[in-house]
């Protein structure tokens, strides 16, 4: 198939131009394929706080997402996402006070598999497809209330190239929360702006000047609810009914945010935001305490993947 007497810097035929392992479908070949590593990601959150209603936190936060074709589709392929966090926490310090009292360990964990699938069957109508299982604790006992199981089904309506609907629900197996409608409106009126207003993570988006090969996003966000939910050693100074016994403890807040984002020509991301955290409670499934209220905090947030 390929003639070596062609005129120098012809591009040569490919050697198997029928190979079914590179075809994937009808006028389609090799090079629509998605990357099987999509990315490598890095977060931090810092949240200060300390003291009797204070709540500090110091996220630190490592996963990796990979492709893998799903039904012969390599445009909607499933995209898996291995994970693993530590939360550090300070505060609330409150075992001098009235029993029973809220307290924390120095550390929690997240170890979790993420998949997301986002079908699009036809061009008006897709969805947004999400299940998570994951292990949440301080790692001191793991119990079967360790294991945490979320989830997330939308269904997206595509009214035209720059107007989407989308509603569904969110189960988020929580100790004070389980389940949550979610959905809303999809706006992008021009190349410059997005207005995602879709409860519970609205955003929107305006695109900067770019600086070189880099292109900038300035975005306004808020959600809810953050946090999460660990199996926990109670401390041995607290309320007799529960010292030193395994509890199921869940930390939820609202938050508001402004950041920047950015996308390099060389495929690194990244952003960094800063904001307010409020309604920041600590459910216990013991109900000792029944809730404790955090005193509102500002936070910074930022993240790096390639």
């Known amino acids: ?7 120098p810097g012809t591009t040569p035929a490919t050697l198997l131009p029928q190979d079914p392992s590179f075809q994937l479908g ?15 990601r890095l977060d931090y959150l810092w949240m200060p706080g300390s003291g009797a209603t204070e709540i500090g936190m110091n996220d630190i936060g490592l996963s990796a997402t990979f492709a893998l074709p799903l039904f012969y589709n390599a445009q909607t392929p499933l995209l898996v996402t291995p994970g693993f966090m530590i939360h550090c926490w300070s505060g609330p310090e409150t075992l001098l006070g009235p029993p029973p009292p809220a307290d924390l360990p120095g550390q929690t964990y997240d170890a979790y598999l993420d998949a997301a699938w986002n079908p699009q ?9 999400n299940f998570r299982i994951g292990v949440g604790a301080d790692f001191k006992k793991v119990t079967t209330r360790s294991l945490r199981f979320t989830g997330k089904g939308l269904a997206v309506l595509n009214l035209s190239p720059s107007f989407q609907l989308k509603g569904g629900m969110i189960y988020y197996d929580r100790v004070h929360l389980k389940l949550l409608p979610a959905g809303g409106v999809v706006w992008t009126p021009t190349q410059d702006w997005r207005f995602d207003i ?41 309320d007799p009914a529960i010292a030193g016994q395994i509890d ?3 930390y939820t807040d609202m938050r508001v945010a402004a950041g ?11 952003f960094v935001e800063s904001g307010v ?6 459910h216990y499934r013991s109900d000792l305490p029944d809730v404790f209220y955090a005193n509102v905090s500002v936070f910074l947030h930022a993240g790096l993947a390639y």
Request: aromatic share 16%.
């Open 1 to 7: 198939m390929w003639d070596p007497y062609q005129p």
């Open 248 to 250: 199921l403890v869940d």
């Open 121 to 129: 069957p036809t061009p008006t109508f897709g969805a947004e497809l």
């Open 26 to 40: 009808s006028g389609q070949w090799a090079g629509t394929m998605q990357k099987f590593l999509q990315e490598v």
């Open 260 to 270: 920047l984002e950015f996308k390099a020509i060389n495929n690194v991301r990244g």
């Open 277 to 282: 955290a409020f309604e920041r409670q600590l």
């Open 198 to 238: 879709v409860f519970p993570y609205p955003r929107i988006t305006k695109r900067l000047n770019s600086v070189g090969t880099t292109e900038w996003w300035l975005y306004f966000a808020g959600s809810y609810p953050n946090g999460g939910a660990w199996t926990i050693k109670r401390a041995d100074e607290a």
